[in-house]
């Protein structure tokens, strides 16, 4: 019983420091959206300047006016859904490739975001995965191969339906309640190993749980992944700000230059994404 307790104690304060460093980003975040408002403003101060001066403000590839000077808009980088996240002053020089889809971030705090799609292909076993990462996948796996035993390692989770999501998180919970949890508790602790439908990785189709012959292939996959614009997603000493124990099997693709920083700078997702608003 006391095991238990302290079990429970523990991923209570876990929670709770989560929530202590979340407060100050949803802080941030609120700012960021005032001063996104301004610069809606500003546009329609800028259309009314543009009819008079002649000037283009806000053209496709950056800031230029009508002689093709450059303007204080150029390398703007925008979020996942077209929002502006940040200009020239990225805190480490990185700006999200394409139009931000590789750096989604979900977890326990960030639901996947309504409407969201995904194109699936085949990755084997069954399995499907967002047709945007089966090539780097299919390449990180067949150079895993001398590390596994000359084995390909197999995709034994990719995309998740919001069903399957809902089972296996229904299952864990279970679990710990056939041990003698109660139904928060065993809710709590559940949420450790599997996320709750709407709030998985896996269902965004960017993520996926791999099975190898010899755990060897898990420390090669830690060691080389970046190169295939994969991360090792859920190290253990950063359980107190993913929110997930570790899990050496699951891999989650950001793009070759932010898993690059990311395992140069020793950090998680969540850290990276974060900095990404300073």
Not at 41 to 60: A, C, D, F, I, N
Request: one cysteine or more.
């Amino acid at each position: 019983m006391r095991e238990r307790e302290a079990e429970v104690r523990k991923v209570r304060r876990r929670k709770q420091s989560r929530q202590r460093r979340w407060t100050g980003f949803v802080s941030l975040l609120l700012l960021v959206c005032v001063l996104a408002a301004d610069f809606g403003w500003g546009v329609l101060v800028g259309s009314s300047w543009q009819k008079s001066t002649g000037k283009e403000m806000y053209p496709e590839n950056g800031a230029r006016d009508a002689e093709g000077d450059c303007g204080v808009w150029e390398n703007m980088a925008y979020d996942a859904q077209g929002n502006v996240m940040q200009y020239d002053d990225w805190s480490d020089g990185a700006v999200p490739n394409d139009d931000g889809w590789n750096l989604l971030l979900v977890n326990d705090r960030n639901p996947i975001p309504e409407g969201y799609e995904v194109n699936l292909v085949d990755a084997g076993d069954g399995e499907r995965v967002d047709e945007r990462i089966y090539e780097p996948l299919m390449e990180m796996l067949e150079d895993a191969r001398e590390a596994n035993w000359d084995q390909l390692p197999r995709v034994v989770s990719g995309y998740r339906t919001t069903e399957k999501q809902q089972q296996l998180y229904d299952d864990k919970t279970a679990e710990y309640r056939k041990q003698g949890y109660s139904d928060e508790e065993a809710e709590e602790l559940a949420g450790q190993w599997v996320a709750a439908p709407g709030y998985s990785e896996h269902q965004l189709g960017l993520a996926v749980d791999l099975n190898g012959a010899t755990y060897d292939v898990y420390l090669w996959l830690q060691a080389n992944s970046y190169k295939y614009g994969f991360i090792f997603r859920y190290p253990g000493n950063k359980t107190e700000i993913t929110g997930v124990a570790e899990e050496v099997w699951h891999y989650r693709y950001v793009g070759v230059e932010a898993a690059t920083r990311i395992q140069e700078r020793g950090i998680c997702l969540e850290e990276y994404v974060e900095d990404l608003y300073k």
